[in-house]
């Protein structure tokens, strides 16, 4: 990896100085965590995107201000570093959570290749904050309760085939999906590939949710379905949320239902239902599910028919027939809180 800007700071054994990757959260200061404000707080100097100085302009009385554009992340942990070498401490800060699409990752390229270990005299500490997909997912009701995953549509640094596998493969096994860098000025068709790639695996009504600058001034939500999402205004402040095949939008919310409803019957005051019990796993989960397997094919169904049953590799369906059968364990007081 090279850089514009050479790291040339000298490494000094005697400084202290440190870097805090400051997550600052979706925008406004009542969702900055403490440790957030009193890393900005203790820094000498405070380096971040522009947008994103803006947003803790509040916090930066006294301090030396580095702001940076929006392709300029290897020169912030670069000029993070030289700060640091001389003795400062530097605040670098991302919006959300530092490590979600954030400056940890750039930051620790530039510091090992500048030959920094864990073991240096310049500390290196990551100070989390709410990422995006938290905050969305909060304004528009709960549709984060089951699996997700988030996937950037930015190809500035990530081939598109690689995208549109990890679409294909998040919309096909049925991840609540959050799409990061939807759309900007000149990547103005990755959407609508990320629709069509989705609709291959998802109905056309699937709930979705497009969130633009959440909880900053100029917030905005829209609720759609999949099959309108790329006709609605989409920007890089937004982040899309695309239900799975269980989400519903009721009043104005979008849930992602957990699966209560596969264990208790909610007509019968959520009493356990036949053949499952509270607290241990599901009739159909690891154990249940390969007794009825072995079952089926003691029964003549082969491999090829059980993976397309079950939408498995045939390998991994061989491999858990030939594996040999586990006792499910006795009942045990635990602290579990799933259900």
Known sequence: ???????????????????????????????????????????????????????????LDGKEVVRKGM????????????????????????SGDAGVYGMAGPTYEVLFQAGWTPEDHVAVEIVPGASAINACAALVGAPLTHDFCSISLSDLLTPWPVIARRLDAAAAADFVVALYNPKSGRR?????????????????????????????????????????????????????LIGNSSTFLRSGLMVTPRGYANKYDSDQGFETRDGEKAGRSLSSGLLG??????????????????????????????????????PEPPDTTTEETEQ
């Open 1 to 59: 990896m090279t850089t514009d800007t050479p790291v040339t700071a000298p490494h000094n054994a005697v400084t202290t100085g440190r870097i805090s990757l400051v997550g600052i959260g979706p925008g406004h200061t009542d969702h900055m965590t403490a440790r957030a404000r009193a890393a900005i707080a203790e820094a000498d100097v405070v380096v971040g995107y522009v947008t994103y100085i803006k947003l803790v302009a509040d916090l």
């Open 71 to 94: 392709t300029e992340e290897l020169d912030r942990a670069v000029h993070a570093l030289a700060a640091a070498r001389a003795g400062k401490k530097v605040a670098l800060i991302s």
């Open 188 to 240: 103005t068709r990755q959407i609508v590939e990320a629709q069509r790639l989705l609709l291959r695996h998802r109905r056309a009504d699937t709930p979705v949710a497009i969130v633009k600058s959440a909880y900053r001034r100029r917030q905005h939500i829209v609720h759609t379905t999949l099959d309108q999402m790329a006709e609605q205004e989409i920007g890089m402040l937004s982040t899309v």
């Open 289 to 326: 599910w390969i007794e009825g397997l072995r079952a089926d094919h003691a029964s003549g169904a082969d491999l090829t028919e059980l993976a397309d049953r079950h939408r498995l590799p045939v390998d991994y369906i061989e491999q858990v027939l030939a594996a040999p059968e586990s």
